[in-house]
């Protein structure tokens, strides 16, 4: 099992939502080695209980509790010999790589990692400065990655669709020559990616991951 997944929205607007979320992922990084697991992995969630897009997340406030958050489980972590991982997106508290980079910064223990999915910094209005957007999250955060996430997406009606790996517009180029040379033996996980798509997406990621220099 490379990863666990233990999605919980950390700043969940109501505290008792938010501790019972705490609780769990805490739980799971207790049981995770019996799964012959090293990682668990979570967003930091939305201040609103829905998960809806809102520029809220952006505040100072939320970006504080996702610190007090992260801090709470990697202490956890730190206990059992268990790596937190934190993938961040456009529409949460940690949505850019700057934001990543500071919260890597305000929680420093190495038990705290990065699972990273390009797709999630990007949207209808910066995708084309993709390849920009990609070599800054190498460069603030590349060491801390311990996942990457590999899905694709397209533009229509101007809103981000998810389409299987090889279909879209993600310039895979811009990502497997950092991961080949910085980080060959990581985990690669298809996200979005169904039958009867999977064997060519796969052989999609090789024959860009066996070309690169």
Same mark, same amino acid.
């Given at each position: +099992?490379?990863?666990?997944?233990?999605?919980?929205?950390?700043?969940?607007?109501?505290?008792?939502?938010?501790?019972?979320?705490?609780?769990?992922?805490?739980?799971?990084?207790?049981?995770?080695?019996?799964?012959?697991?090293?990682?668990? !992995?979570?967003?930091? !969630?939305?201040?609103?209980?829905?998960?809806?897009?809102?520029?809220?997340?952006?505040?100072?406030?939320?970006?504080?509790?996702?610190?007090?958050?992260?801090?709470?489980?990697?202490?956890?972590?730190?206990?059992?010999?268990?790596?937190?991982?934190?993938?961040?997106?456009?529409?949460?508290?940690?949505?850019?790589?700057?934001? +990543?980079?500071? #919260? #890597?910064?305000?929680? $420093?223990?190495?038990?705290?990692?990065?699972?990273?999915?390009?797709?999630?910094?990007?949207?209808?209005?910066?995708? +084309?400065?993709? $390849?920009?957007?990609?070599?800054?999250?190498?460069?603030?955060?590349?060491?801390?990655?311990?996942?990457?996430?590999?899905?694709?997406?397209?533009?229509?009606?101007?809103?981000?669709?998810?389409?299987?790996?090889?279909?879209?517009?993600?310039?895979?180029?811009?990502?497997?020559?950092?991961?080949?040379?910085?980080?060959?033996?990581?985990?690669?996980?298809?996200?979005?990616?169904?039958?009867?798509?999977?064997?060519?997406?796969?052989?999609?990621?090789?024959?860009?991951?066996?070309?690169?220099?």
């Amino acid at each position: +099992m490379a990863v666990l997944g233990c999605y919980i929205n950390m700043v969940h607007p109501v505290q008792a939502e938010r501790r019972k979320a705490l609780d769990r992922f805490k739980e799971q990084i207790r049981y995770a080695r019996d799964f012959g697991c090293g990682i668990i !992995g979570t967003e930091t !969630g939305n201040v609103h209980a829905e998960i809806i897009y809102t520029e809220e997340n952006f505040k100072e406030q939320p970006y504080l509790d996702v610190v007090e958050s992260v801090r709470e489980l990697v202490t956890e972590a730190e206990k059992f010999g268990v790596i937190v991982g934190i993938e961040g997106g456009v529409n949460h508290p940690i949505h850019s790589p700057i934001v +990543m980079k500071r #919260l #890597l910064d305000c929680v $420093d223990s190495n038990n705290l990692q990065v699972i990273f999915d390009p797709v999630n910094y990007l949207t209808p209005e910066n995708y +084309m400065n993709q $390849d920009v957007i990609i070599k800054q999250a190498f460069e603030l955060f590349g060491d801390r990655i311990v996942i990457l996430h590999a899905k694709d997406f397209v533009i229509e009606n101007n809103e981000k669709k998810e389409v299987p790996v090889g279909k879209g517009l993600l310039n895979y180029n811009a990502v497997l020559p950092f991961i080949k040379t910085n980080k060959p033996y990581i985990n690669i996980l298809l996200e979005e990616t169904k039958e009867p798509d999977i064997i060519d997406s796969i052989a999609f990621l090789k024959r860009i991951y066996y070309q690169t220099v």
